[in-house]
């Protein structure tokens, strides 16, 4: 604080005046050669640009704006129209551009040079070059000109080009005749379950049939969004079922099996049939427990005593339940209802022999594979759906139907349970496509399960009876109907002029 006072009262103690440094003016900035530099004015401030003057030499008194310089020059270019002016519209338009300066803000300086006259004749000839090559616009205008008859015959039309040379005004384009696309731009996605559904189909011989023409129900339809139903494979997996079912079929082995007779086969049957109706399994189960036993007794060679039926019988369903159920069996339950005939050793022996002698091979085309997909076809309600499996378990227990093959066993139930149910027409072609049987090739097969059901009430082995006497099964082997070996002639009759005799 004592400097900056001393500074500041520095003249006092000499006796001189106070002078505050604050007051006092400030030196002048001078420029190199000692001269003061003058700050230029602030005049033209936003757009404005100094006032040229008129075309009389008079002075304009209000400064001049982009908009108004504008103004001028159209003034200017209007006043070369009127005659008498003493120069011309362009040179005026010229003056009072040059005056007013419209163009846009100057750019830096860059190294360009000014094209000679030579240079700009060639630019713009390019640039006429690439107008002409352009496409011409295909509207349609008013200013079309029509055409002679001679270039509609050659195929052309005539189109007002703007950007051609105005002196010519038309020019002549071929016109290019419109064609339809013969097929859908989009392209054709190929998935693989389409490419293999249709090798599968090409393999195995089915060809796609006009379903329209013959009316044949489309049985999968509500099934489609099913993944468990195998919409898009179940043609080709009973195409091949139908090639293999004769392949793997037991044949008639009463004549080297002379202690399996049919009688005894019989009895043995209607047995599994209670025992699996009892331990409560699955379908699939019992129909493949009789395969297993037909095809072991047809290729056994040796002699099967009658006193080793029931063990055969008892390993068939031992093997079939470890096939297709979820809990098997036991053995000790298979010994059980056996009334304790057979010991746990013997079984399971007896087991190892019978497999060896199938080769361990399970997956076969059974009658109870037909006859869901027969049934589907037949548009079955519950009480047709029992009475078809009702007459299959009565076919099991026939040994005259080992002959046949078990698609057309399971197309002989449906057809006796049409008739006995009096469905007409009893035979559709829809029947005819998926089962691949026209109705007289079924009037052998479907004769036996006639009379087999028409001796079921009277027969001492009552198993399938009285199973399907239960509510659970609808009681069809109660249901009384017209139906006799006699009438089945006139149905098959009057079904064979619908359906025709192709399968």
């Known amino acids: 604080m004592a400097s900056r006072g001393q500074n500041v009262v520095s003249q006092n103690h000499r006796g001189g005046a106070v002078r505050v440094q604050s007051l006092l003016p400030k030196p002048q900035a001078t420029s190199k050669y000692g001269e003061r530099k003058s700050r230029p004015a602030l005049d033209n401030i936003s757009n404005l640009v100094p006032a040229p003057p008129t075309n009389d030499g008079k002075p304009i008194n209000r400064p001049i704006t982009r908009g108004f310089g504008a103004k001028l020059l159209a003034n200017a270019q209007t006043a070369a129209a009127v005659p008498g002016s003493k120069k011309s519209g362009s040179d005026q338009a010229k003056e009072v551009k040059k005056q007013v300066n ?16 030579k240079k700009k004749e060639s630019n713009d000839q390019a640039v006429q070059k690439r107008v002409d090559q352009r496409p011409i616009a295909k509207k349609t205008t008013t200013n079309v000109a029509k055409a002679p008859a001679l270039q509609k015959k050659e195929g052309k039309k005539v189109m007002q080009n703007s950007r051609s040379d105005p002196s010519v005004g038309k020019v002549t384009v071929p016109m290019k005749p419109i064609r339809k696309p013969e097929y859908s731009r989009r392209r054709e996605v190929h998935t693989l379950t389409s490419v293999l559904s249709t090798r599968s189909r090409v393999a195995c011989g089915i060809k796609e049939k006009a379903r329209k023409e013959v009316q044949i129900e489309d049985i999968d339809a509500a099934d489609i969004n099913n993944q468990l139903a195998a919409v898009e494979y179940i043609e080709a997996i009973y195409s091949y079922y139908k090639q293999v079912e004769d392949t793997y079929r037991p044949n008639d082995y009463v004549s080297r099996q002379t202690d399996a007779n049919p009688r005894r086969r019989t009895i043995l049957m209607d047995w599994i049939i209670e025992v699996h109706h009892r331990f409560k399994l699955r379908p699939e189960t019992l129909y493949l427990t009789v395969y297993i036993i037909d095809r072991y007794l047809s290729l056994e060679e040796k002699l099967v005593p009658k006193t080793e039926l029931q063990l055969v019988g008892i390993c068939a369903m031992l093997i079939a339940s470890k096939y297709e159920e979820i809990w098997a069996p036991q053995v000790d339950d298979l010994i059980e209802i056996s009334n304790y005939a057979y010991e746990r050793a013997a079984i ?15 997956t076969v085309p059974t009658l109870y594979m037909f006859l869901v997909r027969f049934i589907k076809a037949a548009r079955a309600d519950k009480e047709m759906e029992n009475m078809v499996y009702f007459l299959a378990e009565l076919g099991l227990l026939e040994h005259s139907l080992i002959k046949y093959s078990p698609s057309m066993v399971a197309a002989s139930c449906v057809y006796v349970a049409r008739c006995t149910l009096g469905k007409s027409p009893i035979w559709t072609p829809t029947l005819v496509h998926h089962t691949h049987y026209a109705a007289p090739q079924l009037c052998e097969c479907a004769q036996i399960l006639v009379n087999a059901r028409l001796a079921a009430p009277h027969s001492k082995l ?8 239960h509510e659970e099964f609808g009681k069809v082997a109660l249901y009384q109907s017209d139906v006799s070996p006699s009438s089945t002639s006139t149905a098959f009759a009057s079904c064979s002029s619908s359906c025709g005799n192709s399968s």
């Open 348 to 362: 399971l022996e007896k087991e190892k022999q019978v497999l060896n002698k199938l080769d361990w091979y399970l």
């Open 102 to 117: 419209l163009g846009p803000a100057p750019r830096k300086a860059t190294c360009v040079t000014k094209p000679t006259i």
């Open 462 to 469: 009552i198993a399938v009876q009285n199973k399907y006497s």
